[in-house]
């Protein structure tokens, strides 16, 4: 059974950055897709950014390009990192890590994915 763990969340100021991390552990597969999703209070959950583990091909939601980074652990394609910077008020959020079988591509709902960690929480002040 999968089981992805989130750590690295936490409060900052408005323009600071922050680092999220996801352990994944106990997949089957040799390649997946492992993603970023957000949901502040009373919203929906976002599909932030994925990579393929294999390939390394990255997709990033228009919201973060520019500011956000996902990448994987070179030597161990179940590390996920989600680089955080010029963080806004509205990036305040709890982040999950997601993942599913196969490719990224296409996969930004929530129902794309079978396994969720428990969520980090992000605070971002004005």
């Known amino acids: 059974q999968l089981q992805l763990v989130e750590s690295g969340g936490g409060s900052v100021q408005a323009g600071g950055s922050l680092r999220l991390s996801c352990a994944a552990s106990?997949?089957?597969?040799?390649?997946?897709?492992m993603a970023w999703f957000r949901q502040a209070p009373g919203k929906e959950r976002e599909w932030v950014a994925a990579?393929?583990?294999?390939?390394?091909?990255?997709?990033r939601a228009d919201s973060v390009k520019g500011r956000f980074t996902v990448s994987q652990d070179n030597a161990k394609n179940t590390l996920l990192y989600l680089q955080m910077n010029s963080l806004k008020a509205e990036d305040t959020a709890m982040y999950y890590c997601?993942?599913?079988?196969?490719?990224?591509?296409?996969?930004?709902?929530?129902?794309?994915?079978?396994?969720w960690g428990q969520g980090t929480q992000v605070t971002v002040s004005s």
């Open positions: 997601a993942a599913a079988g196969a490719t990224c591509y296409r996969r930004t709902r929530r129902d794309d994915y079978n396994y």
């Open positions: 106990g997949y089957p597969y040799s390649s997946f897709c």
């Open positions: 990579i393929s583990t294999e390939s390394g091909t990255i997709y």
